[in-house]
C-alpha cells in the first residue's frame, strides 16, 4: 500500500459519516501519487496527512424569528481549511442538504481552486443548513443578520474571507455585510460578491459562469474546436448557470438546457436573448421555478428529472455538457448516456458534479475533461480581484476585470497541462489541476516547518 492510500484509509475511517468529503479526498489524493516518488520532502514532512486535516472548525447555533414570530434553530458552519497561502477563502452555502461533510469536501477542494488562480488566497468554505426557499425577503435578512452575530468574530479581511454559493447570491451578502460593518465599525473587504456600490467588484457576478465558458473555450481550442455552433447543455439555472449560458451565447453556442431542483426545460431554439432575460427575472427577481420557462415558451418541461437524465432517456444530441447545478449530479449511466450522446467536452461549473465512476467513464473514452476546481475558479479569481480593489481602495472597469478573468482561466489551464505533462499524464486536466494547486500549497507547508 502506498503512503497515499494509507491516508485515505485513515480518512475513511475517521471521517466515514463524511462522504462527501471523503469523495474528495479520494478524488485529489490518488492524483497526486506521482508526487510522491518526486518530493521525498513532502512525504518525510507528512505533507500528505496533514493537508486533510481542517485547520479550524467552526460550528454554532444561529436562532432567528420568521414572519409569524416563530423561532427557528439552525446550524452554522466556517470550516477554516488550509491558510498556507493567503487568507481562507471561499463561499457560504445556505441550503438544508448542508451538514460538515458536505462544508469539508467544499473547503477541500477550495485549498487548490483557490492555488491554482495565481493569487494569494487559502482553502475555506461555510454556511448553513437554513433553506431561503420560500422564505420572505425580512426572513432572510433576519438568518443573515443572526448567522453573521457569531461569524463575525472568525472573520476579517487578512483572516478569512467568505463569499456566495448556492442559496447566498447579492442579496444575502448585503444583509450579512450590513450586518459585519455594524457589528465591527469598519468598511473593509471582509466578504466578496459585494454590490459595487459598497465596494464590489464588476463582473464577479458573471465571474464564474463567463470563466468556465473561458477555460471550455481553451480546452476545445486544443483539439481545433470553439464554441461556434455547438450544442450546450447547462444544468442548473442559478448563478453560475445563468452566466455559463449568456457567455456560450455570445460565442456563438447554443444551450439547449437548464434545470431546477425540481425539473429540466429543453428549448432546441436555444436559451437566448429575450429568453434569457426571462431566466434572470424568474430566478433572480421573482425566484420562481423552471417549470415557468416551459410554460410561458411552449417547450418539454421534465418533473423530476435532471439534465442528465433527460439526456439519457430523450436520446438527446449534445456536444458539450456543463454541470452548474450541485455535487454529484452527474453518475456514470449519465456519463454514458453523454459519450452516446456524442459529447466532446465536459468542463463542471459546480463543485464536483460528476461521480467518481462518472469521471471515469469521461477519461476513458477520450472526452476533455475540464475538472471543478480548474474550470470555476474564475468566480474565486475575481473574489481574490475583488480583495485587491478593497485593498487599492478603488475599483476597477468591467474590461480590466474581465481581461484579468481571461487571462487567467488561460493559465490555470495552462499550469494543469503543465502540471499533467512533467508528472506523466500528458492530457489528464484533473491530475495537472490537483498537482499544480498542491504543490504550491505544499512548498508553503513545508516552509513553515512542523506545525
Ligand atoms: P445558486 O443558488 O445560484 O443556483 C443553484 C442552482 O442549482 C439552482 O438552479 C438550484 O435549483 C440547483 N440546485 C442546487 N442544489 C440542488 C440539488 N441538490 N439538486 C438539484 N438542483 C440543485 O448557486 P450557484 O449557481 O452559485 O452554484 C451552483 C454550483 O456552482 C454549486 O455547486 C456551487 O458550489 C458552484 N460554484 C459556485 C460559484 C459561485 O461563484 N457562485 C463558484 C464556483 C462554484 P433550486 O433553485 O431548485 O434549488
Ligand atoms: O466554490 C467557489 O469557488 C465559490 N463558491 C466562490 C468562492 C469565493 O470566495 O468567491
Redesign the pocket.
Known amino acids: 500500500m502506498s503512503m497515499i492510500d494509507d491516508v485515505i484509509a485513515k480518512v475513511k475511517e475517521k471521517d466515514k459519516d463524511q462522504p462527501e468529503f471523503i469523495q474528495a479526498v479520494e478524488e485529489v489524493l490518488t492524483t497526486l501519487k506521482p508526487t510522491e516518488e518526486k518530493h521525498p520532502e513532502f512525504v518525510k514532512a507528512k505533507i500528505y496527512e496533514r493537508i486533510v486535516e481542517p485547520e479550524r472548525v467552526v460550528m454554532f447555533k444561529v436562532v432567528w424569528e420568521d414572519d409569524k414570530g416563530e423561532i427557528h434553530v439552525n446550524r452554522g458552519y466556517r470550516v477554516q481549511f488550509n491558510g498556507a497561502i493567503g487568507p481562507y477563502k471561499g463561499?457560504l452555502?445556505?441550503?438544508p442538504?448542508v451538514n460538515l461533510g458536505i462544508i469539508k469536501f467544499?473547503g477541500f477542494e477550495q485549498i487548490f481552486?483557490n492555488a491554482l488562480t495565481t493569487l494569494p488566497m487559502g482553502g475555506g468554505k461555510g454556511g448553513s443548513d437554513f433553506n431561503p426557499?420560500g422564505k420572505s425577503d425580512r426572513e432572510v435578512m433576519r438568518f443573515c443578520y443572526a448567522f453573521m452575530q457569531e461569524l463575525y468574530r472568525h472573520i476579517g479581511p487578512d483572516t478569512d474571507v467568505p463569499?456566495?454559493?448556492?442559496?447566498?447570491?447579492a442579496r444575502e451578502i448585503g444583509f450579512l455585510y450590513g450586518m459585519y460593518k455594524k457589528i465591527v465599525n469598519e468598511h473593509t473587504g471582509v466578504l466578496t460578491?459585494k454590490a459595487f456600490e459598497y465596494g464590489g467588484s464588476l463582473i464577479?457576478p458573471e465571474?464564474?459562469?463567463y470563466g468556465l465558458v473561458y477555460f471550455t473555450s481553451e480546452m476545445l481550442a486544443s483539439e481545433g474546436m470553439t464554441l461556434e455552433g455547438k450544442t450546450v447543455a447547462i444544468?442548473?439555472?442559478?448563478?453560475?448557470?445563468?452566466h455559463a449560458a449568456q457567455k456560450v451565447n455570445q460565442l456563438g453556442g447554443k444551450v439547449i438546457t437548464?434545470?431546477?431542483?425540481?425539473g429540466t426545460v429543453v428549448d432546441m431554439d436555444g436559451i437566448k436573448g429575450e429568453k434569457w432575460d426571462f431566466v434572470m427575472e424568474l430566478?433572480n427577481v421573482r425566484?420562481g421555478?423552471?417549470r415557468e420557462y416551459a410554460e410561458k415558451y411552449n417547450v418539454p418541461y421534465y418533473e423530476g428529472k435532471?439534465v442528465w437524465d433527460v439526456i439519457r432517456d430523450e436520446g438527446l444530441k449534445v456536444d458539450i455538457a456543463l454541470p452548474?447545478?450541485?455535487?454529484n449530479?452527474i453518475h456514470k449511466d449519465h456519463a454514458e448516456a453523454l459519450v452516446k450522446a456524442g459529447v466532446k467536452a465536459v468542463a463542471e461549473?459546480?463543485?464536483?458534479?460528476s461521480t467518481l465512476e462518472a469521471i471515469k467513464v469521461y477519461q476513458e473514452n477520450g472526452i476533455l475533461y475540464g475538472p471543478?476546481k480548474a474550470a470555476?475558479?474564475?468566480?474565486?479569481a475575481v473574489?481574490g480581484l475583488e480583495m485587491s480593489q478593497n485593498s487599492l481602495r478603488l475599483q476597477w472597469t468591467r474590461e480590466e476585470v474581465d481581461n484579468k478573468l481571461r487571462e487567467i482561466m488561460r493559465k490555470i489551464y495552462k499550469q494543469s497541462v503543465e502540471a499533467a505533462e512533467a508528472y506523466g499524464k500528458p492530457g489528464d486536466l484533473l491530475t495537472g489541476a490537483n498537482i499544480a494547486g498542491f504543490l504550491k500549497v505544499a512548498k508553503a507547508m513545508l516552509a513553515y516547518g512542523v506545525m
Do not use: W, Y
Not at 163 to 169: H, K, L, S, Y
Open positions: 463561499g452555502r445556505f441550503h442538504t467544499l481552486k426557499k463569499a456566495g454559493d448556492i442559496g447566498v447570491g460578491g464577479r465571474a464564474t459562469g444544468s442548473g439555472a442559478g448563478n453560475v448557470a445563468q437548464l434545470s431546477d431542483s425540481n430566478k425566484r421555478r423552471i435532471s452548474c447545478a450541485t455535487q449530479e461549473g459546480a463543485n464536483m458534479p471543478a470555476n475558479a474564475g468566480g474565486v473574489s
